[in-house]
């Protein structure tokens, strides 16, 4: 987001999901993370970003994303359970690995000039 406020150090990263799936599953957990997971990432307190990378060739897709503080990434824990979950199974993956991070140094650009388009929020 053009003028959005960046994370200052200290504000924390979580690697939601690594998911370590099935090249040929990319293609339905990449839709399930922009059409489920991050509309209920952006309901809770101290959400910042949500980013997801894929390897084609391996299938792993990690998953992250950037919370205020500890706090606010700890209480969304309850809120994305079940999305993780279902992140596992959609992705063909045995299990999802949740590292938790600190975001010790951040430069962003607005997406439009990584030529990017933002994703649309619901009402707008």
């Known amino acids: 987001m053009p003028g959005a406020a960046c994370p200052a150090p200290g504000a924390h990263l979580r690697a939601l999901v690594d998911l370590r799936g099935t090249p040929a599953k990319l293609d339905e957990t990449t ?8 509309p209920i990432a952006r309901e809770q307190n101290g959400f910042r970003a949500l980013l997801m990378g894929v390897n084609r060739a391996s299938g ?10 500890a706090e606010h990434r700890s209480a969304s824990d309850a809120a994305t359970a079940e999305m993780r979950r279902q992140g596992t199974q959609i992705a063909g993956a045995e299990q999802a690995r949740v590292e938790l991070f600190e975001v010790a140094a951040l430069v962003e650009k607005s997406m439009e000039h990584l030529g990017l388009r933002p994703p649309e929020r619901p009402g707008t």
Do not use: A, H, Q
């Open 60 to 69: 792993r897709s990690p998953v992250g994303s950037i919370w205020d503080s």
């Open 31 to 38: 839709p399930f993370v922009r059409e489920r997971v991050l």
